[in-house]
Nanobody
Framework: QVQLVESGGGLVQAGGSLRLSCAAS????????MRWYRQAPGKQRDWVAS???????HYADSVEGRFTISRDNAKNTVYLQMNTLKPEDTAVYYC?????????????WGQGTQVTVSS
């Protein structure tokens, strides 16, 4: 079992910045990939960024060049630095952890943190 707790959301003006954090606990050694997703009202949950244990990061086209995902393995925490925020970035942001134990993969989710960008 893995528990994820996000923090850092809030209200910011367009062009501003926020940093989200996701602290993992439990069976953290089983985590292969950490990911951020977001879900705007009335829309599906979309992938935003991911980072592997080795630090390889990937981004959705919509956030490439503005968002940076990073992880501190000693603290079992993943971050999402969001710069040049736009109103369309408004959403609930969810942290996700993919674990693989004895060949079986499983997803874990945090409770989400609200990000609101005003124009």
């Amino acid at each position: 079992q893995v528990q994820l707790v996000e923090s850092g959301g809030g209200l910011v003006q367009a062009g501003g910045s926020l940093r989200l954090s996701c602290a993992a606990s439990g069976s953290t050694l089983a985590i292969n990939i950490m990911r951020w997703y977001r879900q705007a009202p009335g829309k599906q949950r979309d992938w935003v960024a991911s980072i592997t244990n080795g630090g390889s990061a990937h981004y959705a086209d919509s956030v490439e060049g503005r968002f940076t995902i990073s992880r501190d393995n000693a603290k079992n925490t993943v971050y999402l630095q969001m710069n040049t925020l736009k109103p369309e970035d408004t959403a609930v942001y969810y942290c996700n952890a993919l674990t693989t134990i004895m060949g079986v993969s499983r997803d874990y989710w945090g409770q989400g943190t609200q990000v609101t960008v005003s124009s």
